[in-house]
């Protein structure tokens, strides 16, 4: 079964979810047991979610990981011992055959789904390329991407919508978009809920968000169709050494899960 196979097995949405960067072994194995649990428990197919490395940072001073090599072999722990796909993001051409070795599936960050190079790269690598909508372009260019990924022999391959650029310091989710996305696109759509819900580039140089809006996202994106939902979780956000603002807590998951699974199963 292919890791895109793997996703759509179940009647019910897929989840990637974890923390938004990999801060050591035994926070992210913690993460991921509990996830697993509670998505078994709802017949969800489970992605296990970590950057080995933030690049787009704000400031110089942000953290930016635990080591490329350490984090990856972690990434592959969290694999091979709960026996579930793993996501990480790159930012360069050269890293997608390294991540490829410790990962299912590489992801392209917003602001380089643009980037023809990155994504013929991580086309090569035969992983599933998962591409996520730039903030600055409409759903309706995605396809482009898609058809880059496609082009260079890549045959796995999902859209993420993680909002549009309002003004300043905000974003929107177009609802709209997931439905325009998954016939353009002839893809899995996924919608990344608490990215979505990220207030960028504050004044201090420190992202800001709405994790109260998470609940109320997440249901218009299973009502709307899609396919999958991208959530960053943590046990504890205020002590998240990236993006705490925007993320949920690891305990609220189950109680979100069970809602998304009912309003699932009455569409």
């Not at 592959?76 to 360069?92: G, L, N, S």
């Not at 609802?175 to 608490?194: A, E, N, S």
């Amino acid at each position: 079964m292919t890791t895109q196979e793997y996703l759509l097995s179940s009647p019910n949405f897929f989840l990637l979810a974890g923390p938004c960067v990999i801060e050591g072994e035994k926070m992210a194995l913690d993460i991921a047991e509990t996830i697993k649990t509670v998505c078994e428990k709802y017949g969800i197919p489970f992605v296990f979610k970590g950057s080995y490395r933030k690049a787009n940072r704000s400031r110089l001073d942000s953290f930016t990981g635990i080591g490329d090599e350490k984090a990856l072999k972690i990434l592959a722990k969290v694999r091979r011992e709960f026996d579930v796909p793993v996501v990480t993001d790159i930012h360069e051409t050269t890293e997608a055959a390294l991540a490829a070795e410790y990962v299912d599936i590489l992801q392209i960050p917003a602001f380089l789904c643009r980037q023809t190079d990155l994504l013929v790269a991580a086309a090569r690598t035969g992983k599933l390329v998962n591409i996520k909508k730039g903030q600055f372009l409409a759903p309706e260019s995605m396809h482009f991407a898609v058809e880059k990924v496609r082009d260079a022999g890549g045959s796995q391959v999902a859209v993420t919508d993680r909002g549009t650029t309002f003004g300043y310091g905000d974003l929107v989710v177009d609802f709209r978009g997931i439905p325009t996305m998954q016939k353009q696109c002839q893809c899995p759509v996924i919608l990344d809920i608490t990215h979505s819900l990220q207030q960028p580039n504050q004044g201090g140089g420190v992202t800001g968000g709405r994790p109260d809006m998470i609940e109320t996202i997440a249901k218009a994106g299973i009502a709307v169709g899609a396919d999958g939902l991208f959530i960053e979780t943590h046990p504890t956000p205020e002590t998240a050494k990236s993006d705490g603002a925007n993320m949920l807590r690891l305990d609220l998951l189950d109680s979100l899960l069970e809602k998304l699974t009912r309003l699932r199963a009455a569409l």
